[in-house]
Nanobody
Framework: QVQLVESGGGLVQAGDSLRLSCAAS????????MGWFRQAPGKEREFVTV????????DYADSVKGRFTISRDNAKNTVYLQMNSLKAEDTSVYYC?????????????????WGQGTQVTVSS
């Protein structure tokens, strides 16, 4: 079992930056690719970004490419999402997930564990 706890959400203005963290329990953190997804009211959960178990490979949705950066610290069992140049359309609940594989994957159904989510609100 892996437990994930997100933190760092909040209310910011357009153009601001925010960093989310996701702390994981367990001893096999590096065996999971870690992803960030988001879900806005009335919309389906969508892929944002993912990092491989080693941290060497990343993938981003086009909507956040160049603005968001994912990273992980396997010694601290933590994955981060640095969000810059935030836009109103980034407003969502952000979830981190642990995939059933070490390689990057966008499909949410390939994720075995999820955090409770953290709200990010960007005012324009």
């Amino acid at each position: 079992q892996v437990q994930l706890v997100e933190s760092g959400g909040g209310l910011v203005q357009a153009g601001d930056s925010l960093r989310l963290s996701c702390a994981a329990s367990g001893r096999t953190f590096s065996s999971y690719a870690m992803g960030w997804f988001r879900q806005a009211p009335g919309k389906e959960r969508e892929f944002v970004t993912v990092v491989s178990g080693s941290g060497g490979t990343t993938d981003y949705a086009d909507s956040v490419k160049g603005r968001f950066t994912i990273s992980r610290d396997n010694a601290k069992n933590t994955v981060y999402l640095q969000m810059n140049s935030l836009k109103a359309e980034d407003t969502s609940v952000y979830y981190c997930g642990a995939a059933r594989r070490t390689g990057v994957v966008r499909n949410q159904y390939q994720y075995a564990y999820w955090g409770q989510g953290t709200q990010v609100t960007v005012s324009s």
